[in-house]
Every structure is written in C-alpha cells, then in structure tokens.
C-alpha cells in the first residue's frame, strides 16, 4: 500500500515535493487555500484539496488524520504554519513535517509537535521525498538529472546473499557502488568500519551499510525491510 501524505501549502517548494512525491508512487492530498493553486495541481496528485489547514474539523473530514505523514509547507505565515502544525498533532497525524525559516522558529515548531523540520533554502525537496519513502536513510546527496547517491542500511531481504543473486539492477534498477562494513567491536560498539568494493560474489551481511547510485523514482522503490 502506497505511503499516504499530506502537503499543506503549495508554493515553491510544497508544489515540487508534492509533485516529486506523487512521482515517487506516493498518494499524496495537496491542501492549498488558493483555489488557482488546487486547480492547476489537481490532476498531478491523488487528492487536492483547497481548505484552511489550521481548522481541526475541516482536516478530520478529510482523514487527514490517518495520514502517514504531513508536512507543513507554509512559508509566507509563520502563525498559520504553527497553528497547522500544532493541529496536525492534536488530532493524531504520526509523523509532522514543518517548514522553518530561521533556527528560532524551527525550535518554536518542535516545541509545539512538530517531529522535523525542513529549511528549504538549505533542503531540496527531493532530499525529503527520499526521507519520506525510505525512513531508514542516513544520508541523500542530489546528483542532477533525476539521479542521487544515497546510504541506506541493507534491507533484510538482501541479507547473507550474494549481489549477483540479488540482480539489483535488473529487479530494482539501482547500482551499489560501495559497502560500509563494521570491521571491529568492542564491548558491543562498531569502533571501526572499512570499506568494500563491491563484486558481484560480495555477500550483504548484517549491519552492512550500502551507497547505491540511482534515479530518484527507482532510490524510492527500494525495499524498506
């Protein structure tokens, strides 16, 4: 079942992550007051909704609260975005994602429910599309023309096989160029990691770390577990 998110605010950078996000096989509910906005963005998105985002009652007809993920894209109205937000909470959504424009008010956000914040003069939005999609990501690095590097943890299903047997560029269309791999412990902490050049014998173990290089629709298609 595809990851159910809600964009409130559809300016510059709430209409590119809706839009990346819906790409990314995402059901996305794009919520915007301005009825021009809705319109043009309709038909980009599984649900578009124009609706006062900070009114719990508007957003529990609309099941927002069963959302799995929100995120707060208002960026002209600091109070309209903290009022959404701290709503978002209240009647329940799992996950809150808030857009800031400064550290102070990002502090403001996490005081009052907020889960993350996103700074987009510092964050793409593709940066958290990958974030959403794929929650055990450490790190997402864009590399242009729809492509990125990423470092992710090895799902369980990779696990004690080989990558010629995973065949991860014909099932996944993703290419693993390098293997972070705990190389010492003590007392149960990783100390020291060492890097493996992966070969299509080299075997996926537990605790493996991968850096893949893929497009961004196929980085979300990635197995979670």
């Known amino acids: 079942m595809p990851e159910q998110i809600a964009v409130i605010g559809l300016g510059r950078f709430g209409l590119k992550l809706a839009q990346a996000l819906s790409a990314a096989n995402a059901e996305v509910i794009a919520i915007d007051t301005s009825r021009q906005i809705i319109e043009a963005v309709r038909d980009q998105v599984a649900l578009a909704v124009r609706m006062d985002a900070t009114e719990e009652e508007t957003l529990l007809a609309q099941g927002i609260d069963n959302v799995d993920a929100a995120v707060v894209a208002i960026g002209t109205d600091f109070e309209a975005n903290a009022l959404t937000t701290s709503t978002l909470k209240a009647i329940g959504v799992k996950r809150v994602i808030s857009r800031?424009?400064?550290?102070?008010?990002?502090?403001?956000?996490?005081?009052?429910?907020?889960?993350?914040?996103?700074?987009?003069?510092?964050?793409?939005?593709?940066?958290?599309?990958?974030?959403?999609?794929?929650?055990?990501?450490?790190?997402?690095?864009?590399?242009?023309?729809?492509?990125?590097?990423?470092?992710?943890?090895?799902?369980?299903?990779?696990?004690?096989?080989?990558?010629?047997?995973?065949?991860?560029?014909?099932?996944?269309?993703?290419?693993?160029?390098?293997?972070?791999?705990?190389?010492?412990?003590?007392?149960?902490?990783?100390?020291?990691?060492?890097?493996?050049?992966?070969?299509?014998?080299t075997m996926v173990t537990a605790g493996d770390v991968l850096w893949i290089i893929a497009s961004n629709e196929a980085i979300s298609g990635i197995p979670r577990s």
């Open 100 to 201: 800031a424009g400064s550290e102070i008010r990002g502090k403001i956000l996490r005081r009052i429910g907020a889960d993350d914040i996103v700074f987009p003069e510092h964050e793409s939005a593709m940066r958290w599309v990958h974030r959403l999609m794929l929650p055990q990501l450490f790190e997402s690095i864009e590399l242009g023309e729809g492509q990125s590097l990423v470092q992710l943890p090895a799902p369980k299903m990779f696990i004690d096989k080989t990558l010629r047997d995973l065949n991860l560029r014909q099932k996944y269309k993703i290419n693993v160029v390098a293997i972070r791999r705990p190389a010492a412990e003590k007392g149960g902490v990783v100390e020291r990691y060492e890097v493996v050049i992966p070969l299509p014998d």
